[in-house]
């Protein structure tokens, strides 16, 4: 079955860029919605925005002018660019996969714990 | 933005009993929702979609309805894994965005 696993740095330096990839197994990266969502510590969820089969991208307004979504098909993978980060960004960070419509997001990655320090 | 505003925050309850978290948007999404449980430390779990489409895999005593701005979420025996926080989501327009969550604990 499909599994999805996030990578990257697990702190980043406040006013830099965050960067991570979720790296697709067991099915091609090629269908579908691939969506990243990040938890706060202790709070709830937010979606961050996806990238479609098709490369088309959609934003959280929220995060609009610092976040890229993009897509490596050959290598299966999609990944999150966020830029000037401020400790406000501190959370856990999930990629996802949303088949689209009303079915909402149906295989996670385990999530990876991103700190922004000073 | 659609706001999604879950109740109860937080639930006790004990093991074998039916408990019902509520979801209300503050607009019409139709059946563009789905529910989701998170335990500690684990990625969230799609449990419902479309509103009261069971994701394959998940045990029958969950059970969604409703449609337009309220929603239920129903777990109709309560069994210990059960124990978590669960989110809504509203798929209806960008940006998604989820519920606050509702915790459920052992009483």
């Known amino acids: 079955q499909v599994q999805l696993q996030e990578s990257g740095p697990g702190r980043v330096k406040s006013s830099e860029t965050l960067s991570l990839t979720c790296t697709v197994s067991?099915?091609?990266?090629?269908?579908?919605?691939w969506t990243w969502i990040r938890q706060p510590p202790g709070k709830g969820l937010e979606w961050i925005g996806y990238i479609s089969y098709s490369g088309s991208t959609k934003y959280n307004p929220s995060l609009k002018s610092r976040v890229t979504v993009s897509v490596d098909t050959s290598n299966n993978q999609f990944s999150l660019k966020l830029s000037s980060v401020t400790a406000a960004d501190t959370a856990v960070y999930y990629c996802?996969?949303?088949?689209?419509?009303?079915?909402?997001?149906?295989?996670w990655g385990q999530g990876t714990t991103v700190t922004v320090s000073s | 933005d659609i706001q999604l505003t879950q109740s109860p925050s937080f639930l006790s309850a004990s093991i074998g009993d039916r408990v019902t978290f509520t979801c209300r948007a503050s607009?019409?999404?139709?059946?563009?929702l789905a529910w989701y449980q998170q335990r500690p430390g684990k990625a969230p779990k799609l449990l419902i979609y479309a509103a009261s489409t069971l994701q394959s895999g998940v045990p029958s005593r969950f059970s969604g309805s409703g449609s337009g701005t309220e929603f239920t979420l129903t777990i109709s025996s309560l069994q210990p894994e059960d124990f978590a926080t669960y989110y809504c989501?509203?798929?209806?327009?960008?940006?998604?965005?989820f519920g606050q969550g509702t915790k459920l604990q052992i009483k």
């Open positions: 996802a996969r949303e088949r689209g419509g009303s079915y909402g997001m149906d295989v």
């Open positions: 989501q509203q798929l209806n327009g960008y940006p998604y965005t």
């Open positions: 607009q019409d999404i139709s059946s563009y």
């Open positions: 067991g099915g091609s990266i090629s269908r579908y919605y």
